[in-house]
């Protein structure tokens, strides 16, 4: 991940900070926001008083809160409810679109952050939102095209795509080193070892820190790891060895039974959005 030089970090930060100021004093029933943004920018842990959801277009974002990490791939968008501290971090060149709503029931009233599943009809409809932003209060079109997008938003799919990380400080260096390096043969035993525990003790220690089983945090561990590279066109037959599978198909299982399409047809979607 490369760093960005100090002024372009400190032009970003301000942009986001004058980006806040601006949605928090918006007079707009529902405020959109495009973003495109760098590799290796992290914009800084921060809050709204309205839920976000968070939508990108090309490129892959990570979210951070004291709840977890979310990996967000092109197609998908990451529902953060309002006053969650969270920071994004762009882990490839990123185009992304904000939505910010007012709480109410449904989806839009879950406590914790969810990835969804984003439409071609909500992508449309965002984009609309997106260009008719400056028109006049009361512009028949976009309140149809915002009541519409509101619609589409509350019947969309979501996906397994968090991955919790311990509280823990011994746990969460394991959890860390296996994101750096991930295996599908990845041991719990090895892990209880390593922190001096017994398969059943470490077993309940792994589901009390993070929620999961440690089967489904690693396979959410592997998949995170290789979003990124299948975003920038990294053949499929790598990725699959880099994320210690022994052959495409298995890698090809694990994929599908979590985003619901193969890596190819993912990467192939995701190139013509």
């Given at each position: 991940?490369?760093?960005?030089?100090?002024?372009?970090?400190?032009?970003?930060?301000?942009?986001?900070?004058?980006?806040?100021?601006?949605?928090?004093?918006?007079?707009?029933?529902?405020?959109?926001?495009?973003?495109?943004?760098?590799?290796g920018y992290t914009i800084p842990l921060h809050s709204?008083?309205?839920?976000?959801?968070?939508?990108?277009?090309?490129?892959?974002?990570?979210?951070?809160?004291?709840?977890?990490?979310?990996?967000?791939?092109?197609?998908?968008?990451?529902?953060?409810?309002h006053h969650l501290e969270h920071s994004v971090e762009?882990?490839?060149?990123?185009?992304?679109?904000?939505?910010?709503?007012?709480?109410?029931?449904?989806?839009?009233?879950?406590?914790?952050?969810?990835?969804?599943?984003?439409?071609?009809?909500?992508?449309?409809?965002?984009?609309?939102?997106?260009?008719?932003?400056?028109?006049?209060?009361?512009?028949?079109?976009?309140?149809?095209?915002?009541?519409?997008?509101?619609?589409?938003?509350?019947?969309?799919?979501?996906?397994?795509?968090?991955?919790?990380?311990?509280?823990?400080?011994?746990?969460?260096?394991?959890?860390?080193?296996?994101?750096?390096?991930?295996?599908?043969?990845?041991?719990?035993?090895?892990?209880?070892?390593?922190?001096?525990?017994?398969?059943?003790?470490?077993?309940?220690?792994?589901?009390?820190?993070?929620?999961?089983?440690?089967?489904?945090?690693?396979?959410?561990?592997?998949?995170?790891?290789?979003?990124?590279?299948?975003?920038?066109?990294?053949?499929?037959?790598?990725?699959?060895?880099?994320?210690?599978?022994?052959?495409?198909?298995?890698f090809t299982t694990m994929f599908r039974r979590l985003?619901?399409?193969?890596?190819?047809?993912?990467?192939?979607?995701?190139?013509?959005?």
């Amino acid at each position: 991940m490369r760093k960005l030089p100090q002024h372009l970090l400190e032009a970003r930060d301000e942009a986001h900070r004058r980006n806040l100021g601006w949605i928090a004093y918006a007079e707009a029933d529902i405020p959109v926001h495009s973003n495109e943004d760098p590799a290796g920018y992290t914009i800084p842990l921060h809050s709204h008083q309205r839920i976000q959801l968070l939508c990108v277009f090309s490129g892959v974002v990570a979210v951070a809160t004291e709840r977890g990490r979310w990996m967000i791939p092109p197609g998908h968008a990451l529902l953060i409810p309002h006053h969650l501290e969270h920071s994004v971090e762009m882990l490839s060149d990123v185009s992304m679109r904000s939505v910010y709503l007012l709480p109410r029931e449904g989806i839009l009233a879950d406590p914790q952050p969810v990835v969804l599943e984003v439409t071609d009809l909500a992508r449309s409809l965002i984009i609309e939102a997106i260009r008719l932003r400056e028109a006049p209060a009361g512009s028949r079109k976009l309140t149809l095209s915002l009541q519409l997008l509101m619609e589409e938003i509350a019947s969309l799919k979501s996906r397994p795509l968090g991955l919790p990380f311990p509280p823990d400080r011994r746990l969460a260096a394991l959890c860390r080193a296996y994101m750096a390096a991930p295996s599908a043969n990845a041991r719990l035993d090895t892990w209880a070892e390593a922190l001096a525990m017994s398969r059943r003790t470490f077993t309940r220690f792994f589901l009390r820190e993070t929620g999961v089983s440690f089967a489904t945090w690693r396979q959410q561990a592997s998949l995170f790891a290789c979003l990124p590279k299948l975003a920038e066109g990294t053949p499929v037959t790598q990725i699959a060895m880099l994320a210690g599978y022994e052959n495409v198909a298995a890698f090809t299982t694990m994929f599908r039974r979590l985003l619901g399409t193969s890596p190819r047809s993912y990467m192939k979607a995701s190139m013509t959005r």
